[in-house]
């Protein structure tokens, strides 16, 4: 069966973070064009073959006659054009790309670049570790005390890669109505900053338990999300909610001196870690991580194994859900990958072939446009969801950040929830009136407090899936199924409603029914066993493995699978548009975990016992890493990629007659001598702050960056020049938090309302009225009954 994007057409001009975006888009059906003007995939790399899997490769020579031609003519046939390009000009051709959008005004101009087209730090190079220096990421991993820890690779790509996609789509969308692209502009710090973990945006559970907001040092992290050693490896646990937390008393054997019921607070439990820890590190030590799982969902207490690589790629869960598959991914290269985030009715959007390299241009009919040009005026400030309602049933970081794109944009957002089972997103801390979280994650949207367990609410609800467009879930599998409100049976009342739900570990295989939390993701997909410090004596605490694990702080992949999630919906919407049919989409955030690390999935399956935790290390390039600056806990990023980049970087820091020493000529050598190379750079930034390496260094090509703080963000003087923040309020807050602007800076498309988050059930008279037709009567009987739950 076809895949929702199969009737859009891509020209991928990308180098560096688009690369992923249009694999994302071929992922979903899109028929994508990569043009090089290089030989394309000439020798074997996983990470290179992964980015370009299922796109055609046209390799021109720039140099030919008619191979500028060529590329325009394409371009002016496609959909979609993704460049990663600062300048007004396609890089290499010769093409002048204000001028060909004004020839072709039907195409989606995607330009994905580090810092965006405007700015300050326009002009400079990023790579993932700028990334997360810059994004305020790399100040919250690690030990306090310690050397800062870059966390894996892959993870700022793939997140890149689902901001960009899902802009583009948006504008995409919108064209179908107005018959005219846009110009999109998204920086791929911003989309970091915004959508990875974000400082000012929706956070987790675990944030009702931290003393501090924003330490100078990184976080203690530990007791978040805590890792135990057992008999045949480690296993992390979540407790979270008040039962869990009763739960594991129980199984402690009820110690005496954490009876109080102060303890059924996430902030007490933080605080006195140091002793209750060692009692579940005592309780755990002779039992297997099986045992220790099975337990733990015996007694509703979220447990999961912390695995390698090499585990996750034999999970039986993985194989049996199609998570991971094996795959030719170059000629005759066969690896265990990621199969794709997202699955379509019975159609997994993801790998189908290796890059295919075309024997000459493809031959794409010129654009036929459907919308009337007459459209053009009155649609050009719409939002482009604006018309489409969802009835969000979403909790807690996923749900807020995936109904929250889509409400930014313009749909009615309508938030269902029921006093006696409150989203945690609600849970405050410290005695505010209103979460943080809730303000950011549930803005533009509108709230119905009514029971779905009641027979009358779950009729209610029907009725309201009859004229709705979207219906959102990230409940465990089955659960609305068990509710009487599967997709089954909502199509049935309206074949156009698309369905997403969403789960830790999806509706197939083994681990279906497991509780999920994003640390139990990141521990099954083996991003934990990646995101800590390489050396056996560690710096996390201690010697134990348990204590080198350094991904507490973060609740990654929440954020970005919300944002895969929508991209998926506005996908299914694209298609309907065609098939007047809509579907059911399931996503397991373990899978876009895998995907995120796919490359090195695909490296460990190849050589086994190949890829372990980097650390701040380069296994490519030195010097490499996260060097000390003057100052108390100051740090900067650099990465040395090309004997220029070395010549250039000893001209900088004074030291010319370095480029004829033979322990550093060649990156080989330079690899070799790590050590060495990388103590004559530290001897120099330890002289200079953060910034004066970053800039000297930028100045002459090299990727570099200073460790910035969350608080600093907010003062960037390239984000404040990008406008990055807006700001929301709530009158139950007092007070206005810095938050998201845009998914990115459009031409056409106007940023988002800042509307204030609905208090629960806020809006339930009014969606009654509005779109049940229910008059007082009716609606006090409801609200009598239980049903409905007015504010």
């Known amino acids: 069966m076809a895949l929702p994007l199969s009737a859009i057409r891509v020209v991928d001009l990308t180098d560096g973070f688009g690369e992923s975006a249009g694999r994302l888009l071929a992922d979903f059906g899109a028929d994508v064009v990569r043009i090089s003007g290089e030989a394309p995939l000439a020798t074997f790399d996983a990470t290179t073959a992964l980015r370009n899997a299922n796109k055609s490769i046209l390799r021109l020579d720039p140099a030919a006659a008619d191979a500028a031609t060529t590329v325009r003519q394409l371009i002016v046939a496609s959909d979609i054009v993704i460049t990663s390009a600062t300048s007004a000009t396609v890089p290499g051709w010769d093409i002048d790309i204000n001028a060909l959008r004004a020839d072709a005004p039907h195409l989606v101009w995607l330009a994905i670049t580090g810092f965006g087209l405007t700015g300050p730090y326009r002009d400079r190079t990023a790579d993932e570790q700028v990334l997360y220096a810059m994004s305020g990421v790399l100040s919250r991993s690690g030990v306090p005390g310690e050397v800062p820890l870059l966390p894996p690779e892959g993870l700022a790509e793939g997140s890149v890669a689902a901001h960009a996609v899902w802009a583009a ?3 995409y969308h919108r064209r179908l109505d107005t018959g005219v692209g846009d110009n999109v502009d998204v920086s791929a710090l911003e989309a970091m900053v915004h959508g990875f973990d974000p400082g000012f945006g929706t956070q987790g559970s675990a944030a009702a338990g931290r003393s501090e907001d924003y330490p100078r040092n990184r976080p203690d992290a ?26 594991m008393f129980d199984w402690l054997g009820q110690p005496a001196e954490f009876a109080d019921t102060r303890y059924d607070t996430i902030a007490a439990r933080f605080a006195d870690a140091d002793r209750l820890h060692p009692l579940i590190s005592a309780l755990f030590a002779d039992q297997t991580c099986e045992d220790l799982v099975a337990e733990g969902a015996h007694r509703g207490i979220p447990v999961g194994a912390v695995y390698t690589l090499d585990q996750a790629l034999s999970a039986e869960h993985f194989a049996e859900s199609g998570a991971l598959i094996d795959a030719e991914i170059f000629p005759g290269v066969t690896a265990r990958i990621p199969s794709g985030y997202a699955c379509f009715g019975d159609r997994r959007a993801g790998f189908r072939s290796a890059a295919t390299v075309l024997p000459g241009t493809p031959t794409w009919a010129p654009q036929a446009l459907d919308t009337q040009e007459s459209n053009t005026a009155a649609l050009t400030d719409t939002a482009p969801l604006a018309g489409i309602r969802v009835l969000d049933l979403g909790v807690i970081v996923f749900g807020a950040e995936l109904s929250r794109q889509l409400a930014d944009y313009g749909a009615d957002v309508i938030k269902i929830e029921n006093a006696k089972y409150p989203d945690g997103l609600r849970q405050s801390k410290r005695g505010a009136k209103i979460p943080a979280s809730v303000a950011w994650g549930h803005r533009n949207k509108r709230s119905l407090g009514i029971d779905l367990r009641s027979e009358a609410g779950a009729e209610l609800f029907t009725r309201l899936a009859a004229e709705a467009d979207v219906v959102v879930a990230n409940f465990k599998p089955g659960t609305l199924a068990s509710m009487g409100l599967s997709y089954e049976v909502l199509s049935a009342l309206n074949p156009r409603i698309i369905v997403a739900e969403s789960s830790a570990f999806g509706d197939v295989g083994p681990w279906r029914t497991r509780m999920g939390y994003g640390p139990l993701v990141r521990a099954a997909s083996g991003v934990s066993a990646l995101w800590r410090y390489p050396d056996a004596d560690g710096a996390c605490g201690g010697s134990n493995a348990e204590d080198l694990l350094c991904d507490g702080s973060t609740v990654y992949p929440d954020h970005i699978a919300g944002y895969i999630c929508a991209t998926s919906i506005l996908a299914a919407l694209i298609e309907r548009r065609q098939t007047g049919r809509g579907t059911s989409i399931s996503l397991a955030q373990v899978d876009v975990a895998l995907n995120q690390i796919g490359a090195d999935l695909a490296a460990e399956s190849l050589r086994p016992g190949s890829i372990s935790a980097r650390g701040n290390d380069d296994p490519a390039h030195a010097p490499s890493g996260v060097f000390a600056c003057a100052g108390d806990d100051e740090w900067s990023v650099l990465t040395v990629r090309t004997d220029g980049q070395w010549a250039a970087l000893c001209r900088v820091i004074g030291r010319p007659e ?22 004559v750079v530290a001897d120099w930034t330890t002289t200079r702050t953060p910034r004066e390496v970053a800039a000297a260094l930028q100045a002459v090509g090299i990727a570099a960056a200073p460790m910035v703080r969350l608080p600093e963000l907010l003062q960037d003087e390239h984000l404040l020049a990008r406008r990055t923040y807006t700001t929301v309020t709530h009158e139950l807050l007092g007070m206005a938090l810095p938050a998201t602007a845009r998914a990115a800076v459009f031409g056409a498309i106007a940023d988002p309302p800042t509307r204030q988050a609905p208090i629960a059930g806020e809006h339930t008279r009014e969606v009654c009225a509005e779109l049940l037709n229910m008059d007082d009567t009716e609606f006090a009987a409801l609200v009598q009954a239980g049903v409905l739950q007015p504010d």
Do not use: M
């Open 222 to 247: 530990a007791s978040f999300y805590p890792v135990f050693g057992c008999k045949d490896g480690q296993v992390r646990i979540c407790l979270l909610a008040k039962r869990q937390w009763r739960n």
């Open 169 to 171: 789509l948006l504008a």
């Open 658 to 679: 370095l480029v004829a020493d033979q322990r550093f000529s060649t990156p080989q050598e330079r690899l070799a001598h790590r050590n060495e190379v990388d103590g």
